[in-house]
């Protein structure tokens, strides 16, 4: 997929990540981002571990966006909680949940994608209902999460994701970000 001048690959290793996550993060919110082998979670520091955990599924380096994602937006009392004290009700979502679930995904994937395209990895919105009883409006919702993407570039994108953004950016070598980046969601493959 090429957006705006810029090649799409998907040649990520999640050690990448780790890095550079932990580059910007280990010591000023002693946090790592930590390869998991099932589910993902959010830890705070506790008796064994001393440091706040983000842990992503399996390696994969889309789930490490997507957690880092809601630490991203979590704030500092959030952050002292497991899962961030969040509301999360699983796949098998009926209508109303759904749309209660997507309401609290909007900010989250939005800085998820912008985070995507500094790296230059493919982004995908997660509606995450694949067996509710209700079909999810994939482009519905993705129109929710460019909108949000808009804003933040034109109102500017909150500190501790742009820190992430330009690390990613200087990693991975990708331009500024801006508006053409963030195609609709009509215009993607």
Not at 93 to 122: G, H, I, M, Y
Request: aromatic share 12%; glycine share 4%; with cysteine.
């Amino acid at each position: 997929m090429t957006t705006a001048n810029m090649t799409i690959t998907t040649e990520h290793h999640y050690q990448e990540l780790i890095d550079i996550f932990d580059n910007c993060f280990k010591d000023e919110f002693n946090t790592r981002l930590i390869k998991g082998d099932d589910e993902p979670i959010y830890l705070p520091a506790d008796e064994e571990i001393p440091y706040h955990r983000v842990v992503f599924a399996h390696g994969y380096y889309a789930s490490g966006m997507h957690e880092i994602s809601h630490w991203l937006i979590a704030g500092a009392a959030r952050r002292e909680l497991v899962d961030f004290g969040y509301w999360y009700c699983p796949d098998g979502r009926d209508a109303e949940t759904q749309s209660k679930f997507e309401d609290v995904e909007v900010k989250p994937q939005a800085q998820e994608w912008l985070l995507c395209v500094a790296a230059n990895f493919p982004f995908n919105v997660s509606c995450d209902n694949l067996s509710g009883d209700v079909d999810p409006d994939r482009i519905a919702f993705q129109r929710r999460v460019h909108a949000q993407v808009m804003i933040y570039l034109q109102e500017g994108i909150p500190a501790r994701t742009a820190k992430l953004i330009e690390a990613l950016r200087d990693y991975y070598k990708t331009p500024p970000l801006a508006a053409e980046h963030f195609p609709w969601p009509e215009d993607l493959n």
